[in-house]
T-cell receptor
Framework: TQLLEQSPQFLSIQEGENLTVYCNSS?????LQWYRQEPGEGPVLLVT?????EVKKLKRLTFQFGDARKDSSLHITAAQPGDTGLYLC??????????FGTGTSLTVIP | DTGVSQNPRHKITKRGQNVTFRCDPI?????LYWYRQTLGQGPEFLTY????????KSRLLSDRFSAERPKGSFSTLEIQRTEQGDSAMYLC?????????????FGPGTRLTVL
């Protein structure tokens, strides 16, 4: 059972376009993390958000945590081929477990 | 050492054989996690250690799976009598003990293929 649903599941866009990936849940999380994973490698942490309504920017990537701490979004501006990968959100609950989303596979075409 | 390491990176085995994977966490991290990931899906939690104590186990962890962290440093994950459905990427992550929202850092994973 996946507590976190991501949409879209697959996304293929042209270089230079903007995109948004969504991570939704009916559960409240104490923190939420975004990762990018390339084929055959482990996930690499991009950002952690902890406060409802928080917005963090990492160069062309903007992350937002929902006010109720149940959802999050990742917006990429002017996507580049190097952004290609599997984007995963993961929610931290009150215990020590992290619950991962279903993933969004992004392909940026040059 | 600047990251989590896992060995081997790839393992191909025949159904029914036993396999063991190793994870070396970041040295000052006392929390260690094992996950399983199938193609195109997010990682699924298997088990969690704090120091040498195994504190949480998922229902996914059948009795054919066992994990240890004998000295609170490296960890091993053993799968006995492997089945084709065990084919997956097995990921290890470590996390420092301080902080409610401390982040977990992943190793490169071990890709298991059961023939």
């Amino acid at each position: 059972t996946q507590l976190l649903e991501q949409s879209p599941q697959f996304l293929s866009i042209q270089e230079g376009e903007n995109l948004t990936v969504y991570c939704n849940s009916s559960s409240v999380f104490s923190s939420l993390q975004w990762y990018r994973q390339e084929p055959g490698e482990g996930p690499v942490l991009l950002v952690t958000v902890v406060t409802g309504g928080e917005v963090k920017k990492l160069k062309r990537l903007t992350f937002q945590f929902g006010d109720a701490r149940k959802d999050s979004s990742l917006h990429i501006t002017a996507a580049q081929p190097g952004d290609t990968g599997l984007y995963l959100c993961a929610g931290g609950a009150t215990g020590n477990q992290f619950y991962f989303g279903t993933g969004t596979s992004l392909t940026v075409i040059p | 050492d600047t990251g989590v390491s896992q060995n081997p990176r790839h393992k191909i085995t025949k159904r029914g054989q036993n396999v063991t994977f190793r994870c070396d966490p970041i040295s000052e991290h006392n929390r260690l996690y094992w996950y399983r990931q199938t193609l195109g899906q997010g990682p699924e939690f298997l088990t969690y250690f704090q120091n040498e104590a195994q504190l949480e186990k998922s229902r996914l962890l059948s009795d054919r799976f066992s994990a240890e962290r004998p000295k609170g440093s490296f960890s091993t994950l053993e799968i006995q009598r492997t089945e084709q459905g065990d084919s997956a990427m097995y990921l290890c992550a470590s996390r420092p003990g301080q902080g409610r929202v401390s982040e977990q850092f992943f190793g490169p994973g071990t890709r298991l293929t059961v023939l």
